[in-house]
């Protein structure tokens, strides 16, 4: 039974369960909860929510529940899809896992650990190397980005293309549900084959079905020994042949393999201070590579230049430059870091995180960058990213001079184009931010109508009153 009640009902009830200090309802104290990093969605909330235990958040959520109070979890707020954005209603609330933020447990024998999803993705990297393990998941928000909302949108990143997605580290999870029950499953097994894989509907369903808590995650033999280069390819079709032979060449040790164009080297050499031009010429695209091994024997650095000569050899790229030291991989990787922050200081841009087989990747840059070249004289495109993993953040900046609200005023025009393109080409509208409030439309329009009826109908069963993230990933029923 549930039943709507006021707000000071409301705020006694969520005193009486964290604590009046957990409470937050002054707006100076609400305000960083209440937008988004990219600053696309202002919302307002009842209170914001600190719970310090599972206990609590179990309670809260029986209360919301109960109450029909929707309910907005958060993590770091680092977010590009406004997930973790309350609505303008005023009467959802934010449930910030901030203060659960304990390391629960370490094991280098099982190579695992259990944290609490409000430890922040660096610490855990952190304490990993601290038991001379290494957790791989790896993003430029690192330092603010926590583990829950690293599995609330099933991340990516930068080492995917050895140790894949957020989802893929994951061993088991506690997780909160709609109405208070604690889904315990926290096993440290590898093997596990008992009835469905409850954990992997949590990881990237960005809080519409349950908080989660805590999760157990693997870990990993360190990386011993690193190569790095940057490389001017002929093309992005070369890009993936290089990606190619260089899987084959290294025996598999390709860790980071990531599209940086020439626009994306200018932006960032003029935006940011300490970036510097890596090779001599300019070419319109390259890479940055980076193989790894737990073998401090290996000689990477042999291997990537062989791999790399015989790939001039064949055609595949025109120049490269491979890190002689631990300051020239840094100020490789801080180009490639800095250029979100970059393109952000050029002002206005239209963003595209998207997928595609890696196949197709050639195919659908020529297809889609000839309509931006054709359509839109005003646009300089900047896609770059984790090719390697068929990932491309293909955005759209307004060119210097220009109006941006020309451009901006055209962005679903051309986000239409892009992502029936992507649609053609067997691609996905989301590659590694999620869905959120903004590509809410784009699912309905894309997602087979089977994969949508299963969604809405796992959201009915675990959520039947709707409390859990409203209007987000699908339309609130
Ligand atoms: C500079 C920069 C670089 C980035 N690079 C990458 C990248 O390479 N790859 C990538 O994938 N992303 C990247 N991101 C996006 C962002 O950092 C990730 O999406 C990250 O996983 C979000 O974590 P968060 O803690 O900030 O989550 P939030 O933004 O707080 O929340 C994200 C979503 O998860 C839900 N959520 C949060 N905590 C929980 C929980 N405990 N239980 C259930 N649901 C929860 C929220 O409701 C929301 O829907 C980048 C962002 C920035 C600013």
Aim: with cysteine; charged share 20%; net charge negative.
């Amino acid at each position: 039974m549930s039943a709507a009640v006021t707000d000071k009902v409301a705020l006694a009830g969520f005193r009486r369960i964290v604590g009046p200090d957990a409470v937050l309802t002054a707006p100076d104290a609400m305000a960083p909860f209440l937008s988004d990093h990219r600053k696309l969605y202002e919302g307002a909330a009842l209170a914001v929510l600190r719970p310090g235990s599972v206990e609590e958040v179990s309670q809260l959520l029986a209360f919301c529940n109960g109450t029909q109070i929707g309910v907005v979890p958060q993590g770091g707020n680092t977010g590009y899809c406004g997930g973790a954005t309350p609505d303008e209603s005023g009467r959802q609330v934010v449930l910030s896992l901030a203060r659960l933020a304990r390391l629960r447990s370490i094991d280098a024998t099982n190579n695992s650990m259990v944290a609490e999803a409000g430890c922040l993705l660096a610490n855990l990297q952190r304490e990993a190397e601290a038991v001379d393990r290494y957790f791989p998941l790896s993003l430029g928000s690192e330092g603010s980005c926590q583990i829950g909302g690293n599995l609330g949108t099933n991340a990516g990143g930068l080492n995917v293309v050895r140790y894949g997605m957020t989802r893929d580290l994951v061993l088991g999870l506690e997780v909160v549900l709609a109405d208070g029950r604690v889904l315990s499953s926290l096993g440290e097994l590898r093997k596990d084959n008992t009835g469905y894989d409850l954990k992997a509907l949590f990881v990237g369903a960005e809080g519409t079905l349950g908080v989660i808590t805590a999760a157990s995650l693997k870990l990993f033999p360190r990386p011993r020994a690193i190569a790095t280069a940057f490389v001017a390819v002929r093309s992005v079709a070369a890009a993936v042949d290089l990606l190619n032979l260089l899987r084959e060449a290294s025996g598999d040790r390709v860790s980071s393999f990531e599209l940086v164009p020439q626009v994306a080297i200018e932006l960032t050499t003029r935006h940011i201070s300490g970036v510097s031009q890596p090779l001599a010429g300019e070419y319109p695209w390259c890479v940055l590579c980076e193989l790894t091994s737990a073998r401090a024997a290996d000689d990477l650095d042999a291997m990537l230049e062989n791999a790399l000569r015989e790939a001039m050899d064949g055609g595949l790229l025109d120049d490269a430059a491979l890190a002689q030291n631990e300051r020239q991989r840094a100020a490789f990787w801080r180009l490639r870091e800095s250029i979100p922050e970059a393109q952000r200081r050029e002002g206005a841009s239209l963003k595209h995180d998207i997928a595609l087989p890696i196949g197709a990747l050639a195919r659908f840059v020529a297809e889609a960058s000839g309509w931006i070249a054709a359509h839109l004289p005003e646009a300089v495109l900047v896609a770059y990213g984790h090719v390697g993993d068929g990932n491309l953040h293909f955005n759209v900046n307004a060119r210097a001079g220009t109006d941006p609200l020309h451009l901006v005023s055209r962005a679903d025009e051309v986000q239409r184009v892009v992502h029936d393109l992507v649609a053609a080409n067997g691609g996905s509208i989301s590659a590694e931010h999620g869905i959120g409030r903004l590509k809410v439309d784009e699912l309905a329009r894309y997602a087979p109508p089977v994969k949508l009826e299963l969604m809405r109908a796992i959201k009915r069963a675990l959520d039947p009153n709707g409390i859990m993230n409203p209007g987000k990933v699908l339309h609130s029923a």
